[in-house]
């Protein structure tokens, strides 16, 4: 940290040191507040309701946002966790000196905070009339850029930010000036409340598993590799929670799931970054019909909590939740939307030459999974905007999923899409040892040993296998995905306080 003040940051360095030379501490050890803003204006419209005519006194504190003397007098606006409230300074009330400090000193941006008794302007704006007041810290850095509003007829300038690199990079800045962000971390708690709440209804039982593993799985991704020290061995940020919340059910809980921070040495888009927060859970002896159900049950239950609704609005489109979602078989799908029926090509040879035929351009030696996947992505995809279940794939890309009866190329997985991408994704899981071993091997073989998609063999899970684990359904959710779709966001990055940036140069 330099200390290369602009000339706005030195204007206001001058202020905080005079605010101290006159014996004004601008970062006093103590706050006082009686009331946040929302809980004065309640207080007040009770005592109103009730006719009671004592004033209603009450110490407020927050940022100042707003501000313009007149004069004798002073009309400014603080903002807390609760809301916004406006302030009357008077200089009959406070002292002409007093007054002139105020106006003289103090910016937008600083912390404050005000006593004095509660009253209604002629306007009716619920007003603190304030008799003293004192800064709580001062803001020696403005809140970035400006915007008018007009309050009471006069213009006001207020801060912003709009600019996403830097709103992102300074998320403080942008959750101090942009209403709306701070709205979107309050929904997005409110979200999480509402599945961990869910998920208890129905005899969950919420744990935590390993971050540092000693060796990745669970999902197709290349993991982020670290060393431990002191037991000289390299360990893995988990990119799923999966085997271990597996081991867990082979133990005897039997519904178990988890919130947490998975973490993929992959690329950045909309809807990628590399730590992000991921709802898995399994249950034994269902299968991925019943998680299907169970599913649609549990986002409707989280816009019922959250937004009180089904129907959200996202990026121009209306998006229904409510039950049952569309189901489509993921072999027709793509035969629909792409002319290429996947199960004709047995081979990625014969399926890459299909698709070559149709123009579609396959990528180099790929897998017959990859090419399914990228028919998938590319056609199929972008057409489902309503909530549907995907369901059916082939085994090429569902390592962990159980076949289905009478068709071994095929295994039972859904996944759900929304808005044209994936937001959750379930199997009826496998539960055979031996099953289980023979394909952590094909994947071995198939996949080159620096290959991303690459799936170690974990001899542990294998061994709490073959104690004998239950049939059970199992669900994956990226938790920032479903907060996008309910608070209108468009990028993954407006929906964490803190998305990875490349290095600011």
């Given amino acids: 940290m330099t200390n290369e003040y602009t000339p706005l940051e030195q204007t206001r360095l001058e202020k905080l040191h005079r605010l101290r030379n006159m014996g004004h501490e601008p970062y006093p050890t103590r706050a006082a507040r009686t009331h946040t803003s929302q809980e004065a204006i309640r207080a007040f419209e009770a005592l109103e309701t009730q006719g009671v005519a004592e004033p209603l006194k009450a110490t407020l504190a927050g940022r100042l946002r707003a501000s313009r003397g007149m004069?004798?007098?002073?009309?400014?606006?603080?903002?807390?966790g609760d809301g916004r409230i406006q302030l009357f300074l008077r200089a009959n009330d406070v002292g002409q000196e007093a007054l002139d400090l105020f106006n003289r000193e103090f910016d937008l941006g600083d912390f404050i905070q005000a006593s004095g008794e509660m009253f209604r302007t002629r306007t009716g704006e619920i007003t603190?009339?304030?008799?003293?007041?004192?800064?709580?810290?001062?803001?020696?850095?403005?809140?970035?850029?400006?915007?008018?509003?007009?309050?009471?007829?006069?213009?006001?300038?207020?801060?912003?930010?709009?600019?996403?690199?830097?709103?992102?990079?300074?998320?403080?800045?942008?959750?101090?000036?942009?209403?709306?962000?701070r709205q979107i971390f309050r929904n997005r708690a409110a979200i999480v409340r509402a599945l961990q709440a869910f998920l208890d209804e129905h005899g969950f039982l919420e744990v935590e598993t390993p971050i540092l593993q000693p060796l990745y799985g669970g999902a197709a991704a290349r993991p982020f590799v670290t060393h431990h020290n002191q037991?000289?061995?390299?360990?893995?940020?988990?990119?799923?929670?999966?085997?271990?919340?597996?081991?867990?059910?082979?133990?005897?809980?039997?519904?178990?799931?988890?919130?947490?921070?998975?973490?993929?040495?992959?690329?950045?888009?909309?809807?990628?970054?590399?730590?992000?927060?991921?709802?898995?859970?399994?249950?034994a002896y269902a299968d991925y019909l019943q998680v299907m159900?169970?599913?649609?049950?549990?986002?409707?239950?989280?816009?019922?909590?959250?937004?009180?609704?089904r129907t959200v609005t996202y990026q121009g489109h209306e998006i229904s939740f409510e039950i049952p979602w569309r189901r489509l078989e993921m072999r027709q799908g793509i035969l629909e939307t792409s002319g290429i029926d996947f199960a004709e090509h047995t081979t990625s040879e014969?399926?890459?030459?299909?698709?070559?035929?149709?123009?579609?351009?396959?990528?180099?030696?790929?897998?017959?999974?990859?090419?399914?996947?990228?028919?998938?992505?590319?056609?199929?995809?972008?057409?489902?905007?309503?909530?549907?279940?995907?369901?059916?794939?082939?085994?090429?890309?569902?390592?962990?999923?159980?076949?289905?009866?009478?068709?071994?190329?095929?295994v039972e997985r859904f996944e759900g899409y929304v808005a044209g991408f994936e937001i959750c994704n379930a199997f009826t899981e496998l539960n055979d040892p031996l099953d289980q071993e023979a394909r952590f091997i094909e994947m071995g073989r198939d996949y080159a040993d620096d290959d991303e998609e690459r799936h170690p063999i974990d001899e542990d899970y294998l061994r709490a296998m073959r104690y004998g684990m239950p049939p059970m359904g199992g669900f994956g959710m990226g938790v920032d995905?479903?907060?996008?779709?309910?608070?209108?966001?468009?990028?993954?990055?407006?929906v964490l306080l803190f998305p990875h940036l490349r290095k600011e140069e």
């Fill in 231 to 283: 037991l000289h061995q390299d360990l893995y940020l988990r990119i799923s929670f999966e085997l271990y919340l597996k081991r867990l059910v082979a133990g005897g809980i039997e519904r178990v799931f988890e919130i947490g921070r998975d973490f993929r040495n992959e690329g950045v888009s909309f809807k990628h970054n590399p730590e992000f927060t991921q709802l898995e859970f399994y249950w």
């Fill in 293 to 309: 159900e169970l599913t649609e049950q549990m986002i409707a239950s989280v816009c019922d909590r959250v937004l009180g609704r």
């Fill in 481 to 494: 995905r479903l907060v996008m779709l309910l608070t209108d966001s468009h990028s993954i990055r407006e």
């Fill in 71 to 80: 004069g004798k007098i002073t009309f400014a606006h603080i903002e807390d």
């Fill in 350 to 410: 014969a399926l890459a030459a299909a698709m070559t035929a149709k123009g579609l351009h396959p990528k180099p030696n790929a897998t017959r999974g990859k090419l399914i996947d990228q028919l998938l992505s590319d056609h199929l995809e972008p057409t489902l905007i309503q909530p549907t279940f995907l369901y059916d794939y082939p085994r090429d890309i569902s390592p962990l999923a159980k076949s289905k009866p009478g068709d071994p190329l095929m």
């Fill in 128 to 181: 603190l009339k304030v008799e003293a007041f004192h800064m709580l810290a001062k803001a020696v850095t403005p809140l970035p850029a400006a915007k008018d509003e007009v309050i009471d007829g006069q213009v006001v300038r207020h801060a912003t930010l709009e600019d996403p690199e830097t709103r992102y990079r300074q998320r403080y800045a942008d959750l101090a000036v942009n209403p709306g962000v």
